[in-house]
């Protein structure tokens, strides 16, 4: 099987990204990207972001998951903390984030270092879920090889009558992750591939060194 893509080709001509525009705190420009990304491109689904990982076996791995709240702190996501990127991080908090936000032209780029957000956030969080969700979560050994979907449909089944009218506790093994930014790329789409890169990068006195990049 072959294809070849070598005509696939876009010119990026919407926005643009210069220095003198740009904020002090990365934080602040994020949040006028995503306002701006989930105002004029909903379907770009704006709080999806690919998390990358070093795993245990010593290869990168990347995969979506959802951004849930992000502050000047960082950016919060939650997942099951027994899964593959869950013992990734548990060995390496080093990780990357980055959003690719295809009708605006924009990339942002994301590392940090990621660590587990108190308890107590994690239980509101869960609370806030539908039903339906808390009980996934629970029935979801995730990552882990399973024989076939019908064990899952009938543990999900067997726990909606167990817990049926009564609150459901959140699992232990499932809760929130904060990414800590030390350094972020924004990249605006430019014609004739000269694109806009302006990087962020966390001093030892907390200020931001900001640089434009070559694209
Ligand atoms: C749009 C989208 C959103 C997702 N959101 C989450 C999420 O918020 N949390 C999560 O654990 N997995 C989410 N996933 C599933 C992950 O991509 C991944 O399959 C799962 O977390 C297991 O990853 P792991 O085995 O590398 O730990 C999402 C997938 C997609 C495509």
Redesign the pocket.
């Known amino acids: 099987m072959e294809k070849d893509l070598s005509s696939y080709r876009k010119s990026y001509e919407k926005h643009e990204l210069l220095l003198k525009d740009v904020p002090e705190n990365p934080m602040e420009l994020f949040q006028k990207w995503f306002l701006e990304v989930d105002q004029f491109f909903p379907e770009d689904?704006t709080n999806?972001m690919t998390l990358a990982?070093i795993g245990i076996d010593g290869y990168p791995?990347s995969?979506?998951?959802?951004l849930?709240k992000y502050t000047y702190e960082g950016f919060i996501?939650?997942?099951?903390y027994e899964?593959?990127?869950?013992k990734a991080i548990a060995k390496n908090p080093n990780v990357c984030l980055s959003f690719f936000w295809h009708g605006a032209e924009r990339q942002i780029i994301i590392k940090g270092t990621v660590e587990k957000i108190a308890e107590n956030l994690s239980d509101g969080y869960f609370e806030s879920r539908p039903r339906g969700s808390q009980l996934g979560a629970i029935v979801s050994h995730?990552?882990e090889v399973i024989e076939n979907r019908t064990i899952l449909e009938d543990k999900l089944k067997a726990l909606e009558q167990e817990l049926e009218g009564k609150d459901i506790p959140r699992p232990k093994f499932w809760g929130g992750f904060i990414v800590k930014p030390i350094e972020l790329e924004f990249w605006q789409g430019r014609a004739n591939r000269l694109h806009d890169r302006v990087r962020y990068r966390l001093q030892p006195d907390y200020n931001w060194e900001i640089n434009r990049l070559s694209p």
């Open positions: 689904e999806a990982t791995k995969r979506v998951v959802l849930k996501f939650y997942t099951n899964s593959e990127k869950g995730q990552s």
